[in-house]
């Protein structure tokens, strides 16, 4: 039996992260096809003798940065040099009498603590150029693989390595993010030295890390994604999410549109709030997203209308955070949900929207038209009228709704955990 270990880098945050939500639906689809699961984590506590308090420190909060004293920098600095020849990771139990944030703790069986390795390995990838390698503490039987779920300056040794790259964004739609090219361009030729496969969630990523960095085909496996939806979020009823919509949120059933994910320039919320507004439609937008970086351009229409107030003010909601159950009953009773992203490596609310039957615009080209097939409405991302049009088209035709939420059901099974575990199992056999 395998024991596949991903870095707990993402997970470890306060707030989800998409890639967050990558790492849980893995290791969930790892647990189903029989492997054992670990995660790597870089907690800031040092190393103690309990074990549990070992697996506390991994869920403690991370205190506000502070300025460091003189002696605090200087260890922090050596601590950094000497992740050039490498960080040991040591193994921690998983007792399950720890509480995480969400309750449950992560499907793992066990964990691994280096303590600041993320923190340490960035640092020292920026100063010197380099990866820091990983040993796996003898104590224990190290992991069969490390899968990395996404591309971070960190090798293990005596271990393969399969790094899961989700997009080129950096390189390929530079306007939407704030990325040093160059550092971007370094980190990925250094991993592509170091990796023994990689897993894409598209084939879109695979053409573009093929074309921009010439690896070759065979140290690329599609492996898509898929989503995990908890079974009591599909249990329930419709009657019963209708009421929560309705005295949380005062909205009725299938009566709102719902636009979710990260406010950056990518996710083309400005455009999505100015096409809403042409379309005079009195079905709510309800937004869900906490700021990213170069958010002020994608939320200036927005603001400007809640300053000025009126009755387009109160059609539009903007929550910047909620839990993941009450959004996916967010999802569930709307009526459609607006993606027309610029450029995606896969496209998570596709999915997620279309495997709760929710209908979904999104955009012809890339990615997203691959996800989504012929089971949305596919519009031009970069205009207005397009988005608008789809807009107006699912606001008033109730039989596009219905084929659309039919035939996103029935394309979401192509995504689903058996369709990604024999994808995954393809993946680790190149490995193996």
């Not at 079905?283 to 970086?293: I, T, Y």
């Not at 459609?336 to 615009?361: K, R, V």
């Amino acid at each position: 039996m395998s024991k596949i270990c991903i870095d707990g880098y993402n997970i470890a945050l306060p707030r989800g992260t998409g890639i967050a939500t990558y790492g849980k639906a893995l290791l969930e689809a790892n647990k189903a096809r029989g492997a054992t699961c670990e995660i790597l984590f870089g907690p800031a506590a040092t190393r103690s003798a309990s074990n549990l308090v070992n697996e506390a420190a991994l869920v403690e909060p991370a205190s506000a940065p502070a300025r460091l004293k003189r002696l605090q920098r200087l260890r922090r600095d050596v601590d950094t040099a000497t992740s050039r020849f490498g960080r040991t990771a040591w193994p921690i139990k998983a007792t399950h009498q720890v509480r995480w944030r969400d309750r449950a703790d992560p499907p793992a069986d066990q964990f691994w603590s280096a303590p600041h390795l993320y923190n340490r390995a960035n640092r020292c990838f920026k100063h010197y150029n380099t990866l820091t390698p990983l040993l796996f503490e003898k104590s224990e039987k190290p992991p069969s693989v490390m899968h990395w779920t996404m591309p971070l300056p960190i090798w293990a040794r005596n271990v393969p390595n399969i790094y899961t790259i989700h997009d080129l964004i950096p390189l390929t739609a530079p306007f939407t993010t704030l990325n040093n090219r160059a550092e971007y361009m370094t980190l990925h030729k250094k991993i592509i030295r170091h990796a023994d496969q990689f897993a894409v969630i598209s084939q879109k990523t695979k053409e573009d890390l093929i074309s921009i960095f010439g690896v070759h085909e065979d140290r690329i496996t599609t492996t898509y994604q898929s989503v995990y939806i908890p079974d009591s979020v599909l249990d329930t009823k419709d009657s019963d999410v209708c009421e929560e919509i309705r005295s949380t949120f005062n909205l009725d059933w299938k009566s709102y549109f719902i636009h979710f994910g990260a406010i950056e320039p990518k996710k083309n919320l400005g455009r999505i709030v100015e096409a809403y507004l042409s379309t005079g439609s009195q079905s709510p937008l309800v937004v869900v997203g906490s700021r990213g970086w170069l958010d002020e351009d994608e939320t200036a229409l927005i603001n400007q209308i809640k300053r000025i107030g009126g009755a387009s003010a109160e059609r539009i909601y903007l929550y910047e955070y909620m839990s993941r159950r009450m959004l996916l009953n967010l999802i569930r009773g709307a009526k459609a949900t607006f993606f027309p992203s610029l450029y995606e490596g896969f496209g998570l609310p596709i999915l997620e929207s279309m495997a709760l039957g929710t209908p979904t615009l999104t955009s012809k080209d890339g990615a997203t038209a691959e996800v989504a097939g012929e089971a949305a409405l596919l519009v031009d991302p970069y205009d207005v009228d397009s988005i608008a049009s789809g807009m107006r088209a699912l606001d008033a035709d109730t039989d596009l709704l219905t084929a659309l939420s039919e035939r996103g059901k029935a394309r979401a099974k192509v995504f689903n955990a058996q369709a990604y575990a024999e994808r995954l199992d393809t993946l680790y056999a190149r490995v193996a």
